[in-house]
T-cell receptor, first 115, second 114 residues
Framework: EADIYQTPRYLVIGTGKKITLECSQT?????MYWYQQDPGMELHLIHY???????EKGDLSSESTVSRIRTEHFPLTLESARPSHTSQYLC??????????????FGEGSWLTVV | AQSVTQLGSHVSVSEGALVLLRCNYS??????LFWYVQYPNQGLQLLLK??????LVKGINGFEAEFKKSETSFHLTKPSAHMSDAAEYFC????????????FGTGTKLQVIP
């Protein structure tokens, strides 16, 4: 069973506000990911990290930023939220090592609405 | 390079009928394959995974999938659909070493009709 936690689960904020979505995992996984998903749509990888102080942009361009100062923590920040940022954000993690095959475990998601 | 194709963005079945969700993959190395389920307003939950052992993989909630190398397929099945199976299902592919990022399909929404 995966132990990956996201807060807040639901958030409504005004345009121009700064927001940080928190994500923590207790499995000691090296790899962590942020996906963006609109309702009923496919997943888009926006950020990933293969370890502390390592962050990379994903396949979909995003105005958000991430940091990885601790193994277990991978927060995502929007400096100035816009209505186009309204979406579900899914945090995930996986372990490294040959044979792990990158089995990814997901948090329950953070629903962001920007008004 | 690797990719996944899920045939049918929407599938409807009657309660008690067979569920068949299709997934075809492309990979330059022997792949690991996954099926995930997503219920409304939740994250993705791992249903099952193929890791080069038995080609028929059993997962949670009565689902199973069969790896067919000759057809490059990994279709998900369940003999008898239940109302609680209504959800979105995602197929995914990775390489065993985990050097490549996991690639997800575009998802198939399963509707179960009473």
């Amino acid at each position: 069973e995966a132990d990956i936690y996201q807060t807040p689960r639901y958030l409504v904020i005004g345009t121009g506000k700064k927001i940080t979505l928190e994500c923590s995992q207790t499995m000691g996984h090296d790899k962590m990911y942020w996906y963006q998903q609109d309702p009923g749509m496919e997943l888009h990888l926006i950020h990933y990290s293969y370890g502390v102080n390592s962050t990379e942009k994903g396949d979909l361009s995003s105005e958000s930023t991430v940091s990885r100062i601790r193994t277990e923590h991978f927060p995502l920040t929007l400096e100035s939220a816009r209505p186009s940022h309204t979406s579900q954000y899914l945090c995930a993690s996986s372990e490294s090592g040959t044979g792990s095959g990158n089995t990814i475990y997901f948090g329950e998601g953070s629903w962001l609405t920007v008004v | 390079a690797q990719s996944v194709t899920q045939l049918g963005s929407h599938v409807s079945v009657s309660e008690g009928a067979l569920v068949l969700l299709r997934c075809n993959y492309s990979s330059s190395v022997p792949p690991y394959l996954f099926w995930y389920v997503q219920y409304p307003n939740q994250g993705l939950q791992l249903l099952l995974k193929y890791t080069s052992a038995a080609t028929l993989v059993k997962g949670i909630n009565g689902f199973e999938a069969e790896f067919k190398k000759s057809e490059t397929s990994f279709h998900l099945t369940k003999p008898s659909a239940h109302m609680s199976d209504a959800a979105e299902y995602f197929c995914a592919v990775s390489d065993p070493g985990g050097y490549q990022k996991v690639t997800f399909g575009t998802g198939t929404k399963l509707q179960v009709i009473p």
